[in-house]
Nanobody, 122 residues
């Protein structure tokens, strides 16, 4: 069982930056692939980025070059550094974990956090 708690969301202007954090419980955090997803109002949840247990990263085309996912296995935390934010990045952002994950799409995640809201004003 893995419990995930996101933090770091907030209101930011276009072009600004935020860093999201996801604190995970459990002693086997380092063996899980981790990911970030988002869901905008009225839209389906979409893949943002994943990171494998060994540090390999994958990104959605819409965030490539602006967002960076990283993990700190010693502190059971995964991060999403977001730069150059745009109004279309406004969404609830969710952290997820899984062992059998398609890293290119994020499918297969088993555990989910409750999310943190990011709002980008124009």
């Amino acid at each position: 069982q893995v419990q995930l708690v996101e933090s770091g969301g907030g209101l930011v202007q276009t072009g600004g930056s935020l860093r999201l954090s996801c604190a995970a419980s459990g002693r086997t955090f380092s063996s899980y692939a981790m990911g970030w997803f988002r869901q905008a109002p009225g839209k389906e949840r979409e893949f943002v980025a994943t990171i494998s247990w060994s540090g390999g990263t994958y990104y959605a085309d819409s965030v490539k070059g602006r967002f960076t996912i990283s993990r700190d296995n010693a502190n059971n935390t995964v991060y999403l550094e977001m730069n150059g934010l745009k109004p279309e990045d406004t969404a609830q952002y969710y952290c997820a974990a899984g062992r059998t994950v398609d890293l290119r799409t994020g499918s297969g995640m088993r555990y989910w956090g409750k999310g943190t809201l990011v709002t980008v004003s124009s």
